[in-house]
């Protein structure tokens, strides 16, 4: 069964400082790999997705996430974090039959002035 | 642009009683996800439905059920509600013809459901 892991649960970052948050997957076919944030209260918005081809993918609000097949990770970065950014991001697997989505636990990501 | 419309947005029930979740994907979208997420937790896949067919079925407890409509909105009917039913449920919906491997679900507001 697949599987993902998000090793932090908190985040504290000061406004303008970069991020990254962790995000390992458990999956015996080829992963397709996404993040989602949730704003409070708010419903989970797609930030990217990875399917295959560059490893590096550019997403919305100035994310990149980063494939490493060899770490099993597909870890998210922001290299300058505004006060906005405070949410709480999921790493989701997909499977190609079904398409369900399974989610990490999630990194609640809180911004510093 | 368009999406994901799930009605109500916050819904208070009492032990014992049901309630009805409505999804209306976004336009052109035929196909329907719902996911349940309890405090403190990430979404859990409940049901799926492609083309108004059950498509796949997650840990979606028997006292729920879904169906997806003609104009391919769906409802999750969820009767004998307990406690532990006080969530917040998602929505999501996707184009059938796929634009690559997997289709990406793009999500609603979700609703908040509470049981007194």
């Known amino acids: 069964a697949q599987s993902v892991t998000q090793p932090d649960i908190h985040i504290t970052v000061s406004e303008g400082a970069s991020l990254e948050l962790r995000c390992n997957y458990s999956y015996g076919a080829t992963p397709y790999l996404f993040w989602y944030v949730q704003s409070p209260g708010q419903g989970l918005q797609l930030l990217l997705k990875?399917?295959?081809?560059?490893?590096l993918v550019q997403g919305i609000k100035g994310f990149e996430a980063e494939f490493k097949r060899s770490q099993s990770s597909f870890n998210l970065r922001k290299p300058s974090v505004h006060w906005s950014d405070a949410a709480e991001y999921f790493c989701?697997?997909?499977?190609?039959?079904?398409?369900?989505?399974?989610f990490g636990g999630g990194t609640r990501v809180l911004v510093k002035p | 642009a368009a999406g994901v419309i799930q009605s109500p947005r916050h819904l208070i029930k009492e032990k014992r009683e049901t309630a009805t979740l409505k999804c209306y994907p976004i336009p052109r979208h035929d196909t329907v996800y719902w996911y349940q997420q309890g405090p403190g937790q990430d979404p859990q896949f409940l049901i799926s439905?492609?083309?108004?067919?059950?498509?796949d079925k997650g840990s979606i407890p028997d006292r729920f059920s879904a169906q997806q409509f003609s104009d391919y909105h769906s409802e999750l009917n969820m009767s004998s509600l307990e406690l532990g039913d006080s969530a917040l449920y998602f929505c999501a919906s996707s184009l059938g013809r796929r634009e690559g491997p997997i289709e990406t679900q793009y999500f609603g507001p979700g609703t908040r459901l509470l049981v007194l």
């Open positions: 990875y399917f295959s081809g560059d490893t």
């Open positions: 989701a697997v997909g499977e190609a039959a079904g398409n369900k989505l399974t």
């Open positions: 439905f492609y083309e108004k067919m059950q498509s």
